[in-house]
């Protein structure tokens, strides 16, 4: 039985390691291991959320209703747009993007992303036979290359990922550099091509300045958010985008009825109303970034990159270590830190550590100090 | 911005009314309402299950792992089958539906569904660009009507869906039927095409006779299976597939990584290591079925149809009533039945019902008779 060429063209996906595995190798407790490798939130859950799945947990025996207007309400509040500009993804952004994907992508259209940027868009996309065509990332300037984009659009554009804070280096991407992209890719506007602008957001909070007052001028903007950062539910997987009414409706038509969990549902609910939860995580989150920047910047055989997001990106090319060699390091002591080697557009030379406590953020600092000789 | 052609062809789905609304719109209490339209177990989850979330709460701000090795293991052991063979879906069996759609449907494939069956591999199937081409199911007998399948299969075909026991008739599909059909599907056989014969056990633990032991004789088989119905967790969507390793690798190279929630995983395992919980609730369920068939038998103007299954489909062409009609007569006295007008391939004359808890189904058959004049 042969699977469809743009199937069997794809490598199988290597999953990160467990904390069992690291914990058996390199003989440290389970309990003990810090995870500075996935951008989550250190400090836990809202304890609403908690309270909200205790109280659902005798009916999970039951479908999740697939009326989620509610949640969609709340979404809506929260990010200043109206309940029919959401969709909400029971598998975090990723059902959300894969869903643009199923509801757009043709065999044969291009999707521009920026070097290096978040990988998974090119997982997603490559099974539907969409092509990517890369533009690039500025790393001496941490800024996007715009002229590397606007020379990329053309008429088989059909979708660009812009990720803002931009995963790994941690910079934002300006509205001056969104507009004429969103005019390039619009032919109402003289465009040469009507694409969708996906604009990620998913560490938004930790930045100032969303793009969604872009969506009253532009009905090509796609905004991603996730429940993942720094709403605290990552193991809950809930995401859920905003776009215009016409791309929300197309993509309800096939979007999975019944994927949120009923749990997942409860939490999203409860986490979205708990403003004082949200705006301490996104403090706490400030804080410890500024700490871990200050302490790596004092270091003299690195480079670390301002971030406006819960990660920051480190340059290792003075170290005489690969990413690969140091993220071992760590490991050794406990500490899972991401190799961005996988990332295409940057060399073996960066990896990127993630927010923490600050009692964690000192222990990886001393940890990088012994390491690195510092 | 204008969705894909096999997009814009699908009607938006509609979804299935809230508990809130009927209780709403029929002023009866939400807390009372019985629900026998969506196949679940009655009897709550596992309490093994409950355990493993709650020690798992603290840990939701994490990511799952990607890794689900354990569950896959405790599947294979459970289907008497290697972890080789088993892909775990994160939306229940939909996730799984949809990554074989993505996997092998190229556009203009045409699948098989005898009708009536389940509605939602269409659902599925279609904004891939796949045709449906429908065998039929002979409502008389209650048995898939072989030659309408057999006639069906032709070098155009790459998927069936054969559902056993089907939704919504109840009934088994034998292996001297599946055989046929498998070789008419495989080339190496002299078949006239290579497709996936897909083999729905959603409902398996309430009949006897899994159909695993094919495997062994054939490649091009696919077995679909939930943790939403006997294993009473409809609302955390777990589902798994059993098939060649060949297939389920194909498949892992583009599934998503991380949709299955971490309170998700630590349920499935809990459940389906919690043999005395799936061995009490089949049991009941059968007790249950038996006792909703027999009393519904002897009422004189419906038909019910003999079930293998956990839900009975019944037939009220004497009744006067439509099935729409006599599901608002149901949702008037605080009961949820399935009525069956959006199935193709049935007219306006069935609804279908789940099995209760007894005291439940008392409940039901009174008011069946109450609505019936019986």
Redesign the interface.
């Known amino acids: 039985?042969?699977?469809?060429k743009a199937?069997?063209e794809?490598?199988?996906?290597v999953?990160?390691?467990?904390?069992e595995?690291i914990a058996q190798e390199f003989g440290v407790k389970k309990e003990d291991i810090i995870?500075l490798g996935?951008n989550?939130?250190?400090?836990?859950?809202s304890p609403k959320?908690?309270e909200a799945?205790?109280e659902e947990?005798?009916?999970?025996?039951?479908?999740?209703?697939?009326?989620v207007e509610l949640l969609k309400k709340e979404f809506a509040r929260y990010s200043n747009v109206k309940p029919e500009n959401i969709i909400i993804g029971?598998?975090?952004a990723?059902?959300i993007l894969?869903t643009l994907a199923?509801?757009?992508?043709?065999?044969g259209d291009e999707f521009i992303v920026p070097l290096p940027s978040y990988m998974y868009y090119e997982?997603l996309f490559k099974?539907?036979g969409a092509i990517p065509n890369y533009a690039k990332w500025n790393l001496e300037t941490n800024t996007l290359d715009l002229d590397s984009v606007l020379d990329a659009i053309n008429e088989k554009t059909k979708m660009l990922f812009l990720c803002s804070p931009n995963n790994p280096t941690g910079a934002l991407i300006t509205q001056d550099e969104f507009r004429p992209i969103l005019e390039k890719t619009n032919k109402s506007r003289g465009g040469v091509c009507?694409a969708?602008v996906v604009i990620d957001e998913a560490y938004v909070e930790y930045a100032e300045g969303t793009n969604v007052n872009l969506l009253e001028e532009y009905?090509?903007i796609f905004i991603i958010r996730t429940m993942?950062k720094v709403m605290?539910?990552?193991?809950?997987?809930i995401g859920y985008g905003i776009s215009?009414p016409?791309?929300i409706?197309?993509m309800?038509?096939?979007?999975?009825?019944?994927?949120l969990?009923?749990?997942?549902y409860v939490?999203a609910l409860a986490t979205i109303r708990d403003t004082e939860y949200i705006e301490e995580s996104i403090k706490k989150g400030i804080e410890s970034r500024e700490y871990l920047y200050n302490e790596i910047n004092k270091m003299k055989s690195v480079k670390v990159f301002k971030s406006y997001s819960n990660f920051m990106l480190i340059d290792i090319h003075n170290t005489g270590y690969t990413a690969a060699e140091l993220t071992r390091e760590f490991m050794k002591r406990g500490m899972i830190v991401r190799d961005c080697t996988s990332f295409k557009g940057i060399d073996e030379y960066y990896f990127r550590i993630s927010i923490c406590t600050l009692e964690e953020d000192k222990k990886f600092i001393e940890a990088m100090k012994d390491i690195l000789n510092e």
Do not use: C, Q
């Open positions: 039985m042969k699977a469809r199937v069997e794809i490598d199988p996906y999953p990160g390691r467990s904390k595995e995870k996935s989550e939130n250190p400090w836990g859950p959320a908690l799945i205790k947990l005798n009916n999970i025996n039951r479908y999740p209703e697939s009326d029971g598998d975090g990723d059902e894969d199923k509801t757009f992508i043709e065999k997982f099974p539907y009507d969708i009905d090509n993942s605290g539910l990552a193991g809950m997987r215009s016409e791309i409706e197309y309800h038509r096939i979007k999975p009825v019944f994927s969990t009923k749990l997942s939490a």
